[in-house]
């Protein structure tokens, strides 16, 4: 009898709660799992599409992970206006853009979770290689922003520092006669 009552009340904590009942078979949105340290091991923080909600990103956890939620909390954090497009090719003076809003959940789950930790060594995810790329597009991106045309450029910085060498070799070069006076200009005749 003890078997019988136990899977009764298996499958009755198994079913959780009634939630909604849309059928996602390959989702197109991505939820991104942030770090939250100052958060207890319960709460979990999400970066989710504006139109998930509540329920969704509660059915979501339970269908997928199997993740009990007895609360969500969101808000939408509105980005800063900017001076055009992030991205754009040629940057347009005086076009301002606010760039997407940001949705942030936060749920408390019954059971905690606990981050794993950091990876002390990147070689399996070739980080130098992703660190070079990124240092090198920052600095393809240098010469796109609008104040780019009053900085000078590495070419010219590279003239300037050559003509400082030359100008320092000059001064401290002796000179020597080599003859006489030599006229350069001479008397050319003049046509009308």
Partial sequence: MSTAVTTVVSNVVRKGPKLGRKQIFLPNFTLTLLRTPALPPTFATFIVPL??????????????YDVRVNSVRSYIQLQKMRQDKAGAKRPAQRRWHRPRSIKRMTVEMERPFVWPEEPRDYEKWDKETHDA????????????????????SKERESMAEQAKQLLRQTEDAEWENVGGLVEVEQDVPYQI
């Fill in 51 to 64: 139109n998930l909600n509540k329920l969704d990103i509660r059915d979501y956890l339970w269908n997928v």
């Fill in 133 to 152: 790329a990124e240092a090198d597009r920052d600095q393809g991106e240098e010469g796109l922003r609008p104040d780019a045309r009053r900085k000078a």
